[in-house]
């Protein structure tokens, strides 16, 4: 079982930025594939974003497309989601979910993921 810790989150107004990190120790992430979920009161965890190894393949949900960047920094075991021009529908607890192997096809699948963070918390308000 990895150990996987996400960070960054935070409140911010709308059209505001924030950049959540995803970490996790004990491995290479670049043997990894690793997805960015967003989970609101009384819904299932909804995919945004997810990348596989050594950035081959990235794709997001077309409701943050031009808006949120996804990337990976492998020397620091460190996946990065930017999120600009923020919406107050993009408010929820974030979690970073990791699986071993390359999984593109189904990225934006909760369902694919064994490992997962605690969650960190992106509130956009005025």
């Known amino acids: 079982q990895l150990h996987v810790v996400e960070s960054g989150g935070g409140s911010v107004q709308p059209g505001g930025s924030l950049r959540l990190s995803c970490s996790a120790s004990?491995?290479?992430?670049?043997?990894?594939?690793l997805g960015w979920f967003r989970q609101v009161p009384g819904k299932e965890r909804e995919g945004i974003s997810c990348?596989?190894?050594?950035?081959?393949?990235?794709k997001y949900a077309e409701s943050v497309k031009g808006r949120f960047t996804i990337s990976r920094d492998n020397a620091e075991n460190t996946v990065y989601l930017f999120m600009n021009n923020l919406k107050p529908e993009d408010s929820g607890v974030y979690y970073c979910?990791?699986?071993?192997?390359?999984?593109?096809?189904?990225?934006?699948?909760?369902?694919?993921?064994?490992?997962w963070g605690q969650g960190t918390q992106v509130t956009v308000s005025s």
């Open positions: 979910g990791v699986r071993e192997g390359r999984w593109y096809n189904r990225c934006l699948r909760q369902n694919v993921y064994n490992n």
């Open positions: 004990e491995l290479t992430l670049y043997s990894y594939t």
């Open positions: 990348i596989t190894g050594r950035s081959v393949d990235i």
